[in-house]
């Protein structure tokens, strides 16, 4: 897949709270804390690890919208195999955003 600029991604960010989250399963998700995006996502949770925000970052192809950037972003917290309710998902499309110079 060629992206036309190194910018070309999606930050997706995703609220939600755990179902049944055992200790093995707390204890990954502690282990991928952090509040950067990357594309394996990072966790931030409360203390019981019952709520958290998912932070991923999706590269966008050059026709890619935010259905494409939430699908990304959902495989991205699947992988970590923890039974899961979305609350709230959204999606910052970096090609969009301007940066100003000096």
Sequence with gaps: MAYARSDAMF???????FQAIDDAGRDAVRAAGGT???EAGTFTHDPSVSAFTFRCQVPAGPDDGEDEATLGAMAALEAYGQPYEVLRI?????????IRRR
């Design 11 to 17: 930050r997706v960010t995703i609220s939600g709270k």
């Design 36 to 38: 950067a995006y990357t």
């Design 90 to 98: 959204g999606v910052t499309d970096m090609r969009d955003i301007k």
